[in-house]
Nanobody
Framework: VQLQASGGGLVQTGDSLRVSCAAAGRTFSNDAMGWFRQAPGKEREFVARISRSGSITYYADSVKGRFTISRDNAKTAVYLQMNSLKPEDTAVYYC??????????????????WGQGTQVTVSS
């Protein structure tokens, strides 16, 4: 599977933004998908994960209640709806694919394919 993230931009504190990840390849519906982010000078961190069916989701504590991950297997896409954005959400956001669907697999080492990233900047 090939992944292409898009939808980032510059927003203000409290705004909403949806980033998307388009997947090409026959294995998309077989993969769990995750979103990660990396801020300047910081380690990459887990944001959210969704099972192959979309029925199970996991979130980092820092985004729980504000972000929602979803997927559309017919369109081979995964989304991250981000509400009530804060300056600390500023980062490059990456989508990634995991061949194992079940489990709270939050480490990047489990993901075999990564998109190129999309920049999200939240101004205060």
């Amino acid at each position: 599977v090939q992944l292409q993230a898009s939808g980032g931009g510059l927003v203000q504190t409290g705004d909403s933004l949806r980033v998307s990840c388009a997947a090409a390849g026959r294995t998309f519906s077989n993969d769990a998908m995750g979103w990660f982010r990396q801020a300047p000078g910081k380690e990459r961190e887990f944001v959210a994960r969704i099972s192959r069916s979309g029925s199970i989701t996991y979130y980092a504590d820092s985004v729980k209640g504000r972000f929602t991950i979803s997927r559309d297997n017919a369109k081979t896409a995964v989304y991250l709806q981000m509400n009530s954005l804060k300056p600390e959400d500023t980062a490059v956001y990456y989508c990634a694919a995991d061949q194992v669907s079940l489990g709270r697999r939050t480490s990047g080492q489990y993901y075999y394919k990564w998109g190129q990233g999309t920049q999200v900047t939240v101004s205060s």
